[in-house]
Nanobody, 118 residues
Framework: QVQLEESGGGLVQVGGSLTLNCAVS????????MGWYRQTLGNPRELVAT???????NYAEFAEGRFTISRHNAKNTVTLQMNSLKPEDTGVYYC????????????WGQGTLVTVSS
């Protein structure tokens, strides 16, 4: 079983920055996509950003220009740098790793709380 451990959440003021890190417990096969999702109050979980093992990134519109996702394949980690944070960014952020071709898998972390105070 692959486990994902997130860290880096916390309380930050409007306009501040936070860096979220996610460590995968063991190497999943290559060809996967790692990413961050979030769930804000009263809303379903939504995509924040993803990055493929080849480095291709995809961002939600709200994350474009403010958030940066990166991964370190050898260390099995993915990082989300968040800048210019807004109160509406408050929520639980989840790390995810998935592979859509055989062998398929889809793993989630427990989530880390990000609170942006105004």
């Amino acid at each position: 079983q692959v486990q994902l451990e997130e860290s880096g959440g916390g309380l930050v003021q409007v306009g501040g920055s936070l860096t979220l890190n996610c460590a995968v417990s063991r190497s999943a096969s290559s060809g996967n996509r790692m990413g961050w999702y979030r769930q804000t109050l009263g809303n379903p979980r939504e995509l924040v950003a993803t990055v493929t093992s080849g480095g291709l990134t995809n961002y939600a519109e709200f994350a474009e220009g403010r958030f940066t996702i990166s991964r370190h394949n050898a260390k099995n980690t993915v990082t989300l740098q968040m800048n210019s944070l807004k109160p509406e960014d408050t929520g639980v952020y989840y790390c995810n790793v998935r592979r859509l071709v055989t062998p398929t898998y889809n793993y989630w972390g427990q989530g880390t709380l990000v609170t942006v105070s105004s």
